[in-house]
C-alpha cells in the first residue's frame, strides 16, 4: 500500500501531491490493477490533511481512468502506468548512481539538476511547467507615455 508523504513547504498543492505520488507508485509498479488505495480516513491519521483534500485527489486520479472509486468498499487502481518495475536492472544501476553522487558531494538538488539535464539531452525539454514548479510570471513593463511623464504644473 502507497504512504503518501505531504511536504508542506513544497509549493505544491496538497491534492497534486498526492496524485504525483499515486502515479509514481504506478509507474515504479508498487500499485497495480486491482490494489485498494488507502481511505481517506487512514490518509488523513497518517498525514493530518483534510479528507476533502484526498477526497479531490482520488477524484482526478478518477477523472484520469486511473482508479475507480466502490461505493462502500473503497478506491482501487484501474490500470497501472508501469513499464519498468521497481525491481529492475534500470532501477539498480540508477540507485549505484544515486549513491555515487552523494559520496561525491552532490545534495539533492544538485542531482535533480544533473539528472534533468541528462533528461533533456535523451528525451528533449520539457516544455509544460511541471505541477512541481509553478509556473512563474515576470512582470510586464511599459514605456512611459508623454501623459505618464507630465508633472504637476507643468504646461508641456
Known amino acids: 500500500m502507497v504512504e503518501y508523504r505531504i ?3 513544497s509549493g505544491v498543492a496538497t491534492y497534486v501531491q498526492i496524485v504525483q505520488q499515486t502515479k509514481q507508485a504506478l509507474r515504479l509498479g508498487m500499485l497495480e490493477p486491482g490494489d485498494k488505495l488507502p481511505t481517506a480516513r487512514e490518509v488523513v491519521e497518517a498525514t493530518a490533511i ?17 482508479v475507480e472509486a466502490r461505493r462502500g468498499l473503497g478506491t482501487f487502481v484501474r490500470k497501472g502506468l508501469s ?20 559520496e561525491a558531494g552532490l545534495d539533492r538538488d544538485d542531482v535533480a539538476a544533473l539528472f534533468t539535464a541528462v533528461l533533456e539531452t535523451h528525451f528533449g525539454t520539457h516544455t509544460e511547467p511541471t ?9 510586464t513593463h511599459t514605456e512611459p507615455t508623454h501623459t505618464d511623464t507630465h508633472l504637476q504644473g507643468d504646461p508641456s
Open 50 to 66: 483534510n479528507p476533502n483534500t484526498v477526497l479531490k485527489a482520488y477524484r482526478e486520479l478518477e477523472r484520469e481512468g486511473l
Open 7 to 9: 511536504d508542506r513547504h
Open 83 to 102: 513499464t519498468t518495475p521497481a525491481d529492475s536492472p534500470l532501477r539498480t544501476e540508477l540507485d549505484a548512481w544515486a549513491e555515487r553522487a552523494r
Open 131 to 139: 505541477l512541481s514548479e509553478p509556473t512563474r510570471t515576470e512582470p
